[in-house]
């Protein structure tokens, strides 16, 4: 179990900070820059989470799905925290009673989505990101979500295909996945209009 007596500790004054395995490296660092973005996604899911109990939005006809989602999104979170902690180090150095996430988490979010899509129609255009506050909120968090895995990419171009486990980023990438799908499901179960990207020469 962590614990954590105080924040201020000033060994971050001069830009330098410490990974999972102890090395000191400068807060512009590779990893650094993976974790801190995953930290973003997680907080950008606890506004949606916001959004989504916010009393005038969960007083909605069609909202009896709310106490589910809000399950789900809470487990994405601790996962995310996971990932952030695993990703502060290279696989090798991982403190050996750590659990990691594993395919079995990547599943998931693919059977899950797959149960949302049954009630969409297929789509017709692109999704312009808006919406009532939960869904435009979550449209942040899914393209954060592709940007903290275009950074783990880098990891691996600079250091090797072994730099980062391939289950990260299979995770990532399936969790922008289900961000928008979901983002989906909660307009058409609350009978909120998609507004379609329309083509330059059709506008």
């Known amino acids: 179990m962590v614990r954590i007596t105080k924040v201020h500790t000033g060994a971050g004054d001069t830009g330098k900070t410490s990974l999972l395995d102890g090395k000191r490296v400068g807060k512009e660092d590779l990893r650094v820059g993976v974790y801190g973005t995953i930290d973003e996604v997680n907080s950008q899911i606890g506004?949606?989470?916001m959004e989504l109990n916010c009393p005038n939005y969960r007083r909605q006809e069609n909202f009896e799905f709310s106490e589910e989602i809000d399950v789900k999104l809470g487990l994405i979170q601790q996962e995310l925290f996971d990932?952030?902690?695993?990703?502060?180090?290279?696989?090798g150095l991982l403190p050996p009673q750590m659990a990691v996430i594993g395919i079995?988490?990547?599943?998931r979010l693919v059977e899950e989505m797959d149960r949302w899509l049954l009630d969409l129609e297929p789509l017709t255009s692109f999704i312009m990101p808006t919406g009532s506050a939960p869904?435009?909120?979550?449209?942040?968090?899914r393209t954060i979500?592709?940007?903290?895995?275009?950074?783990?990419?880098e990891i691996i171009a600079a250091e090797g295909e072994n730099a980062i486990r391939t289950?990260?980023?299979c995770y990532l990438n399936r969790l922008s996945?289900?961000?928008?799908?979901?983002?989906?499901w909660i307009s058409f179960k609350n009978n909120e209009k998609e507004v379609l990207w329309t083509p330059l020469g059709k506008r």
Request: net charge neutral; glycine share 6%.
């Open 177 to 184: 996945d289900w961000l928008f799908v979901l983002g989906r």
């Open 47 to 49: 506004v949606v989470r």
């Open 104 to 107: 079995e988490q990547c599943d």
């Open 83 to 91: 990932i952030g902690g695993e990703c502060s180090c290279s696989p």
């Open 167 to 169: 289950e990260i980023i």
């Open 135 to 141: 869904v435009a909120t979550m449209h942040v968090a």
């Open 145 to 153: 979500t592709r940007r903290a895995e275009r950074k783990v990419c």
